[in-house]
């Protein structure tokens, strides 16, 4: 069965830091890869998605995962938080043919003004 | 983006009664959509997923006499809780997908059951 891992619950960073939030899946065929965020008080927005290509993706607000098929995974990065990253992000897989999403558990990051 | 718009936004109910939430793409047609349950401090569940005009794959454990779908247009989903108690009380929220395969998310409903 499809699996998402997300590893940190919670992070807190200060203003300028790095962010490196985890994703690892469990799937045995071909999959679609995404980050979606959750601002505080909003819905769900898509950040970054990977189908096909160079594994390097690059989204939105400064956002960029990797996708390491050897190793099942898809970690989100952004070089320097904004205190306006504070929000909770959700790694997503679903198969190629795109019937079912599953979602990882989510990651609170709080970042320090 | 896309929008997805759910209706209403905020339920309160009485423990026997049932519940409809409706989920409506605004701008594009969606041949399917996804209906998620979200607890409080927890990730998104899947439910089930709805295909225009046929009937509804709900997932494990989901029963689906008490969690009704109906997808009757292609910008159209509703999700009835039947005789909805305490335990139902929930955040639901549906999304919508495009041709893309991207899901665009509604803003949710939260449902109160006394």
């Known amino acids: 069965a499809q699996s998402v891992s997300q590893h940190n619950h919670h992070v807190i960073l200060s203003e300028a830091a790095s962010l490196e939030l985890g994703c690892n899946y469990s799937y045995g065929g071909t999959v679609n890869l995404f980050w979606y965020v959750q601002y505080p008080g909003q819905h769900l927005q898509l950040l970054l998605k990977?189908?096909?290509?160079?594994?390097l993706v690059k989204g939105i607000k400064g956002f960029e995962a990797e996708f390491i098929k050897s190793k099942f995974s898809f970690n989100l990065r952004k070089p320097s938080v904004q205190w306006s990253d504070t929000a909770e992000y959700f790694c997503?897989?679903?198969?190629?043919?795109?019937?079912?999403?599953?979602f990882g558990a989510g990651t609170r990051l709080f970042v320090k003004a | 983006g896309a929008v997805v718009s759910q209706h209403p936004s905020w339920v309160i109910c009485k423990s026997g009664t049932s519940v409809k939430i409706e989920c409506r793409s605004l701008?594009?047609?969606?041949?399917?959509m996804f209906w998620y349950r979200q607890f409080p401090k927890q990730s998104l569940m899947l439910m089930a997923t709805s295909n225009e005009g046929s009937k509804a794959t709900y997932e494990q454990g989901v029963e689906k006499d008490k969690f009704l779908i109906n997808h009757a247009s292609l910008t159209l989903s509703t999700l009835t809780v039947t005789s909805a108690h305490p335990e139902d009380s929930s955040f639901y929220i549906c999304?919508?997908?495009?041709?893309?395969?991207?899901?665009?998310f509604g803003p949710g409903t939260r449902l109160t059951v006394l």
């Open positions: 999304s919508a997908r495009d041709e893309g395969l991207e899901q665009f």
């Open positions: 701008d594009f047609q969606a041949t399917t």
């Open positions: 997503a897989v679903a198969n190629t043919g795109g019937f079912k999403t599953i």
């Open positions: 990977y189908f096909s290509g160079d594994p």
